[in-house]
């Protein structure tokens, strides 16, 4: 069974410091891997996601993200973060016999000025 | 479109009253999903159907718990009775066919409190 594992729970940087957000999954054929960011009261947005191909995708809000297969990751970065970027984020792995998604239990990414 | 639709927004009830949520998902998506997102256990997957048949609803907690879908663009989540552990903000999101053909998107969310 597919399962996501993103080991910090919350994160705090200072505006301009770089990110980098850990996620590990567990799947036995090559995984569908998103990276999803929800902001307070509302739902989650899709950032990036990869399917096949390269494995540095480049997603929105200067977000990228690199699959490593050897190490079963997908950990999501940015080179800068912004205020704005505080929320919370979401790894979450499928397949492509369905449309289930499973989720990580997040990382609540605080940002200092 | 407006993306997918659910209401209410927030839902404060009573332990043992029947609850009832409600979705809307995006016009053409022939999946739907439920989650549940609690602060202990993140985001569950409760439920969920593709072209009007749920699939698999392996995640509903209990018999407490139905979802039903009886056409393409209107989904309920039905809790009956409920109680003080179904606190929690219930996502619903709908796809394209296939993950390959598009993301999720998810509404935003109801926020329900069991007193």
């Known amino acids: 069974a597919q399962s996501v594992t993103q080991p910090d729970i919350h994160i705090t940087v200072s505006e301009g410091a770089s990110l980098e957000l850990r996620c590990n999954y567990s799947?036995?054929?090559?995984?569908?891997l998103f990276w999803y960011v929800q902001s307070p009261g509302q739902g989650l947005q899709l950032l990036l996601k990869?399917?096949?191909?390269?494995?540095l995708v480049q997603g929105i809000k200067g977000f990228e993200a690199e699959f490593k297969r050897s190490q079963s990751s997908f950990n999501l970065r940015k080179p800068s973060v912004h205020w704005s970027d505080a929320a919370e984020y979401f790894c979450?792995?499928?397949?492509?016999?369905?449309?289930?998604?499973?989720f990580g239990t997040g990382t609540r990414l605080q940002v200092f000025p | 479109d407006a993306g997918v639709i659910q209401s209410p927004r927030h839902e404060v009830t009573e332990m043992g009253q029947e609850v009832t949520l409600r979705c809307k998902p995006i016009?053409?998506?022939?999946?739907l999903f439920w989650y549940r997102q609690t602060m202990m256990r993140g985001l569950e997957l409760l439920i969920y159907?593709?072209?009007?048949?749920?699939?698999?609803d392996s995640g509903m907690p209990e018999d407490r718990f139905s979802a039903k879908m009886p056409n393409a663009s209107f989904s309920t989540l039905k809790i009956q009775p409920s109680e003080p552990r179904d606190s929690a903000v219930y996502f619903c999101?709908?796809?394209?066919?296939?993950?390959?053909?598009?993301?999720?998107?998810f509404g935003p969310g109801t926020r329900l409190t069991v007193l």
């Open positions: 979450a792995v499928g397949a492509s016999n369905t449309d289930k998604l499973i």
């Open positions: 799947y036995g054929a090559t995984p569908y």
């Open positions: 990869y399917f096949s191909g390269d494995t």
């Open positions: 016009s053409g998506h022939n999946s």
């Open positions: 159907f593709n072209n009007n048949v749920p699939i698999d």
């Open positions: 999101a709908s796809i394209q066919p296939g993950l390959a053909g598009g993301p999720y998107f």
